[in-house]
Each structure stands twice: as structure tokens, then as C-alpha cells.
T-cell receptor, first 114, second 107 residues
């Protein structure tokens, strides 16, 4: 198993600014992911954070808007850039320890953009 | 397109009632199926999973789910719900999630 923490837990940001969310896992994991959960919607996968290389983004998400880093096996960051109110959402970090897709989730970061 | 569909967005039941939450999927690869649960104020956590073998799988807290390949379904069941089952339930195929079902149990 893995225990995941995220910082910050919530933030209120102004339009046009950027926010970096940190994700820390208590053990080495094979893969880390970033999701967005908008009100009343499902979890939508933003990208897979690859250790030591560029993240793999899902359709509709681009590196310029959501730059991701993963410098080691237990840590990743997601930046939400040039924010607009439409970016208001919960951002979730998750990780897997196997190739089955079974995931452990962080508590989420609730972002409000005004 | 790959997708997961949950039929019920909001379910209200009384304690001791039986529960069945529907989940259908469209997926082209190896089907690894999950139900996750998010209790109020807590993280998403795994409720149960199916990879292969017996299509009836049991999870925590008395939940079970049945994989029916011909129907592309993975419905979640519990014979007698408790107030503490109030939560949001998500069906997933690998990394693809349904929209979730909010379950509210009346004491």
C-alpha cells in the first residue's frame, strides 16, 4: 500500500496566476497520476507523471497549462498555470505499486480561482 | 471510446435495505475493474477489484460485485446497508472513472 499527502489542501487564487501542488508518497511507487474532479463530474485523468522524463498527457490537457514534474519515485508536482475560473476544481494525486491500475489516492487539493 | 457509465447519480435508502449500484463500461484492453469509495471528509479508497477468475468478488465492509462480461457490467451490491455506508462510490476500469454515485443512508 501507499500513503499519499498533498499540499496545499486548498487555495483561493486570482485569475492569471499559477499554483503548484505537491504530492508525496511514503514509499516507492511505480506510477503516479494527476486527476481533476470538477463539481458533479467524474475524475478525469490529466497526465501520468513519469520519473525523470516528460509527463504523458491525456487528450485535452497540455504541458503549457499543466506542467508536471517527478524528480524521484516518491514525489511529484502539478502546476496549474495562468488560471481561470474554469480551473476551479479538486486536483488529486494518485499512485500505483503494480501494473493492474489499482490506485492509492491523496486527499486532494481544492482550488478556487476568482 | 473508452468510458465508464454509472446509472445512478444519487441513491437514498433506509438502513437494512439492499443495495445495487450499476456500472457499465466500454474498454478495448485488459479489463481490470474497480470500485472505489469516498466517505465524507476522507480520501478515495479501494472497495474491491476484479482482475480475473471468479466473477463474483468480495470487498471490504460486506460489499461485493459481479463481473458479467457479456453485459460489460460490474455492479456493486450489499445485502443490508448501514448508515455508515453513506459515501460516494466510483466505478473504474483501470484509470477511467465513472461519474460516481452519491449514496445516502437514512438512519
Amino acid at each position: 500500500s501507499a500513503v499519499i499527502s498533498q499540499k496545499p489542501s486548498r487555495d483561493i487564487c486570482q485569475r492569471g496566476t499559477s499554483l503548484t501542488i505537491q504530492c508525496q508518497v511514503d514509499s516507492q511507487v511505480t506510477m503516479m497520476f494527476w486527476y481533476r474532479q470538477q463539481p458533479g463530474q467524474s475524475l478525469t485523468l490529466i497526465a501520468t507523471a513519469n520519473q525523470g522524463s516528460e509527463a504523458t498527457y491525456e487528450s485535452g490537457f497540455v504541458i503549457d497549462k499543466f506542467p508536471i514534474s517527478r524528480p524521484n519515485l516518491t514525489f511529484s508536482t502539478l502546476t496549474v498555470s495562468n488560471m481561470s475560473p474554469e480551473d476551479s476544481s479538486i486536483y488529486l494525486c494518485s499512485a500505483t505499486t503494480s501494473g493492474t491500475g489499482e490506485q492509492y489516492f491523496g486527499p486532494g487539493t481544492r482550488l478556487t480561482v476568482t | 471510446a473508452q468510458s465508464v457509465s454509472q446509472h445512478n447519480h444519487h441513491v437514498i435508502l433506509s438502513e437494512a435495505a439492499s443495495l445495487e449500484l450499476g456500472c457499465n463500461y466500454s474498454y478495448g484492453g485488459t479489463v481490470n475493474l474497480f470500485w472505489y469509495v469516498q466517505y465524507p471528509g476522507q480520501h478515495l479508497q479501494l472497495l474491491l477489484k476484479y482482475f480475473s477468475g471468479d466473477p463474483l468478488v468480495k470487498g471490504i465492509k460486506g460489499f461485493e460485485a459481479e463481473f458479467i462480461k457479456s453485459k460489460f457490467s460490474f455492479n456493486l451490491r450489499k445485502p443490508s446497508v448501514q448508515w455508515s455506508d453513506t459515501a460516494e462510490y466510483f466505478c473504474a476500469v483501470r484509470l477511467i472513472f465513472g461519474k460516481g454515485t452519491r449514496l445516502h443512508i437514512l438512519p
